[in-house]
């Protein structure tokens, strides 16, 4: 039999148990190995979901070329019986004719032996595993997957570790709680059982020792502070007597908490416990649910879905994570399916006070509506515990709504928003096949197509898709969701995206105020209103929208470097570096990140810095903007040889925006009002330029009066 281990350094063995050094010499040929044996739901899988994985900038053909080609040296290596096919498109792995130490740690976990599976478990799941040229789904894959066996290794050693304890077996617990530590070294609470074990057992200096490693650990790797730490592992170092000691709460007068406000809430990514396949797909269902119902609560700050998934699978402290969010209160819990019933185990946490303000447990039947009930008795639970006032509406809301009563279109609308949220050309198209599917599993589910619109809108916006392909079709997305819910902010707020596309300012900056009435916390509703803002040219209005999306939605590089282009346009050009640099390092692989850093650089005049931040960025919606201003900076460096190069190539590309703002940068003010006044439609870039940026460059044109009829022009373009 072919033996393959993956939870220890690499190792495969052929039928005659020579080791197969040469097949693991190809990254990708252990990947799709191990793809074809782990992946979700198991079986057969097929080639065309294959191709875009593993060779995403290939063509059709060449990608199916190089599938067979790989197929070519399994077979080869490891036999023709090992894989099998089911007709031309669909191939697998025969797992009588292979051993895989994680399908083996998988049947040991359920069959409830946890040492044999710890035992297996050597380290995590194809570990260092690279694989040049994969897509980053692929990527996002396989550190899935060693999530999950890491999470079964660690809640394996847990059990282990209570059941010794229960039996007074110390010795053998505390070896199981070293372990865990050691795999999930930022757990503090784990250390403090592991402390707790070596003090009943009489060893103190042990557990001192234990106790202070982790505090430095913690101290250098996350910059907290190493006294509070022991304070919360040990009671003093010289009271540890032998017996368990006990822990005590932190002190009160940490500064970096003392100000956050107690009404703004984190809800944290549930914790996915067991196997069940509905586990993850309603984790995440329930997570947006509650976030949608508390943010339409107006009294509230409720963080954003896009900051909080941040935190999902993490092993930061929950303090860490407030102050990263600016949270004054947190809600935590773990999720479980099994045998048609759904476990949910949650908390509320008062960060500043480090105390629980109430824990609770729902074991419910398995259904639509207990599921939907939870989230009402939930999210008034948290409202009433943080002493928010709800408007009569808000309070029928919150408990009564419900986005659907048929799970199945609830789950695939949860995967299209998971999708979405990648703002990848791959992930919108997936978005729009999940939302699609889900109106058509049910079509009275309002959200779902509200996400329909916003994937066709945003393909479009992005650059993706032709307006008159989406664009109509999103609309009337958005018609059948205002038809089921004419009070559904998220619709508003789509029409509201669907009118700025359109050039439609003041019917966008409507429905988006319209949208901000109905759901104060929604933040992307308030990053939409600033980006409309800035196309009408109302600078100070878009910096209050930015901060409000930004307060709601802390770590989303896209509401971030609305922020900082808000400050640049208001003046404020160092803010509007330090909050690009903050983009920048969310998402270092956006363009418009970038150009923002760019432009923050162009305006503090530090050109030389600005050239290699601009050089051969690709920013789709901006069109020629960062080459544009490539070339301004080589000017304000005298060489102009250099900007007259750039301005031919613009003016060869037939950009006659770009083309008169290099002219008018190099003196020829009169070309560049003649070029302008050419401009029959006016594209994002183009007005916000004429609106905010290059004022230096631009005051003599618009001191000239024929920009009054340029000016009419930009306007006219927005719809006004």
């Not at 509703?525 to 999306?549: C, F, I, R, T, V």
């Amino acid at each position: 039999m072919i033996e393959l281990k993956i939870l220890a350094p690499v190792e495969l063995r052929g039928t005659a148990g020579n080791l197969e050094h040469s097949f693991l010499a190809g990254p990708k040929r252990l990947a799709l190995l191990s793809y074809l044996i782990l992946n979700r739901p198991r079986g057969m899988q097929r080639r065309d979901r294959l191709l875009p994985l593993l060779w995403p900038q290939k063509g059709q053909k060449n990608a199916r070329n190089a599938l067979s080609n790989l197929l070519y040296h399994i077979r080869q290596t490891l036999g023709d019986e090992l894989l099998i096919t089911r007709g031309t498109e669909e191939l697998g792995i025969d797992r009588s004719k292979i051993y895989c130490d994680a399908l083996e740690f998988e049947t040991l976990i359920d069959q409830s032996d946890m040492q044999q599976a710890v035992k297996l478990y050597r380290s995590d799941l194809l570990e260092g595993l690279h694989v040049s040229g994969a897509s980053p789904e692929f990527d996002q894959w396989i550190e899935g997957e060693r999530e999950r066996f890491r999470k079964s290794y660690g809640s394996a050693l847990e059990e282990l570790a209570e059941k010794d304890e229960k039996r007074g077996n110390l010795k053998e617990a505390a070896r199981w709680w070293t372990l865990r530590s050691e795999a999930f070294p930022y757990d503090t609470p784990v250390v403090k059982r592991l402390i707790d074990i070596l003090s009943a057992m009489g060893n103190r200096a042990d557990a001192l020792r234990k106790a202070g490693n982790h505090a430095d650990f913690l101290q250098q790797e996350l910059d907290l502070n190493r006294r509070e730490i022991m304070d919360e592992l040990i009671q003093d170092p010289g009271e540890a007597s032998g017996k368990i000691i006990q822990p005590v709460a932190a002190p009160n007068n940490n500064d970096a908490l003392a100000d956050l406000d107690f009404k703004t809430i984190a809800i944290l990514p549930f914790e996915e416990l067991g196997k069940h396949e509905e586990t993850s797909n309603f984790a995440g269902g329930l997570h947006n649910d509650l976030l949608t119902r508390l943010s339409g609560i107006s009294s509230l700050n409720v963080i954003s879905r896009t900051s909080t998934l941040q935190y999902r699978n993490t092993s930061k402290p929950i303090s860490r994570i407030a102050r990263e969010l600016d949270a004054g209160t947190v809600v935590e819990g773990s999720i479980q399916f099994r045998s048609g019933r759904v476990r949910l185990n949650i908390q509320l946490i008062d960060v500043k006070k480090d105390r629980h303000i109430w824990a609770e447990t729902y074991d419910r039947e398995f259904t639509a509506k207990h599921f939907f009930d939870i989230q009402s008795e939930l999210a008034l639970k948290i409202s009433d515990s943080l002493k928010a006032n709800l408007t009569p509406d808000e309070r029928k809301r919150v408990s009564e709504w419900a986005p659907t009563d048929d799970l199945e279109a609830h789950r695939l609308y949860t995967y299209g928003r998971r999708q979405l949220d990648q703002r990848t050309d791959k992930g919108i198209k997936r978005a729009v096949e999940y939302f699609q599917s889900a109106v058509e599993q049910d079509p009275k589910h309002a959200l779902a197509w509200v996400g329909l619109a916003d994937a066709l809108t945003l393909q479009y916006d992005y650059g993706h898709a032709d307006k008159e392909k989406n664009l109509p079709h999103a609309e009337e997305a958005i018609k059948r969701a205002l038809d089921l819910d004419p009070i559904l902010a998220e619709a508003h707020a789509s029409m509201g995206l669907l009118h700025s596309n359109r050039h439609r300012g003041s019917a966008a900056i409507r429905e988006l105020i319209r949208a901000v009435e109905l759901q104060a916390g929604y933040a992307e509703a308030h990053n939409w209103l600033s980006w409309n803002y800035q196309l009408l040219g109302k600078p100070d209005k878009a910096l209050e929208s930015a901060k409000k999306a930004v307060n709601l939605n802390p770590l989303s590089p896209e509401a971030v470097s609305n922020l900082s282009v808000s400050y640049l346009y208001n003046g404020y050009p160092e803010k509007a570096l330090s909050e690009a640099l903050r983009a920048v390092e969310l998402q270092p692989d956006w363009g418009t990140s970038a150009f923002y850093h760019g432009l923050a650089l162009y305006e503090l005049n530090r050109y030389s810095e600005a050239i290699p931040v601009l050089q051969d960025l690709s920013t789709p919606w901006a069109g020629n903007g960062p080459f544009a201003t490539f070339a301004l900076c080589h000017i304000k460096n005298n060489e102009t040889y250099k900007a007259k190069q750039i301005m031919n190539e613009l003016k060869e590309k037939g950009d006659i925006f770009s083309t008169g703002l290099i002219c008018a940068a190099l003196g020829n003010s009169d070309r560049a009002l003649e070029l302008f006044q050419q401009i029959e439609h006016w594209d994002d870039w183009e007005t916000l330029s004429i609106h905010h940026l290059y004022t230096e460059i631009l005051k003599p044109i618009k001191k000239d009066p024929r920009f009054k009829e340029i000016r009419n022009s930009v306007y006219k373009s927005r719809g006004l």
